[in-house]
């Protein structure tokens, strides 16, 4: 399998079901009938997929995605939960601009510029609803159209006062006080999106700890 290796990070995409989504994984260990990941949470409990649960798994490397079609072919929660999925000689590369969308509590400061100043001027702070490395999605009263540009300060994960271009690609009416925004990153550096990403992996960490204490 192309470059996949012990501890390499996944995502793993449940197709179907009452668990149907995107879960962080890593790779365990090989075996003759497949390959051994780490078990996969929701709100910081293993989910009980069922045999031959068809998912999507992605990986990345230096260079580049990839992906390829499995199933579950058998589970244990003993000494810690794990799954074993099917081989698959088929590995697809892959172009993805988005990344895995991890659900959070927390806040972010939200920007625009001002034509007479140098500076970006705050507009509001926002409620963080989830995470990517492509983008995020908060809530807040403030009245944005779609395909406006911000600047977004994850002040709990980057630099303070370290902006990122974004554009609003979704608004969704929350109640008569609250929009739900989805926003892209337009211009991102790839240190940030490597920090974004990392930071989720250690969100994820810290929620599956929780889970087995």
């Given amino acids: 399998m192309k470059e996949l290796e012990v501890n390499q990070k996944l995502e793993i995409e449940v197709l179907s079901g009452s668990y149907q989504g995107n879960y962080l ?3 365990a260990d090989f075996l003759k009938a497949g390959v051994v990941i780490t078990g996969l949470y929701r709100e910081g409990a293993p989910l009980p997929l069922r045999l031959n649960q068809p998912v999507n798994v992605y990986y990345t490397t230096d260079r580049a995605a990839y992906k390829f079609k499995s199933k579950i072919l058998k589970r244990t929660n003993k000494p810690i939960p794990l799954l074993l999925i099917e081989r698959s000689d ?5 172009q993805r601009r988005d990344y895995f969308r991890l659900d959070v509590t927390g806040t972010v400061d939200v920007y625009q510029m001002v034509d007479d ?4 001027k705050k507009i509001s702070a926002a409620r963080l609803l989830d995470i990517s490395g492509g983008g995020i ?3 807040l009263k403030k009245k944005f159209k779609k395909g406006e540009e911000v600047l977004i300060s994850l002040k709990n994960i980057l630099p303070p006062k370290e902006f990122i271009k974004a554009k609003i690609v979704r608004i969704q009416r929350e109640n008569d006080e609250l929009n739900n925004y989805g926003v892209q990153f337009v211009e991102i550096e790839a240190e940030q999106r490597e920090e974004i990403i990392q930071w989720i992996f250690a969100y994820q960490r810290k929620s599956r700890k929780k ?3």
């Fill in 25 to 27: 994984s890593k790779v």
């Fill in 137 to 139: 999605q908060m809530q």
């Fill in 117 to 120: 100043q140098k500076y970006p």
């Fill in 211 to 213: 889970g087995l204490s």
């Fill in 90 to 94: 088929s590995v697809t590369r892959i």
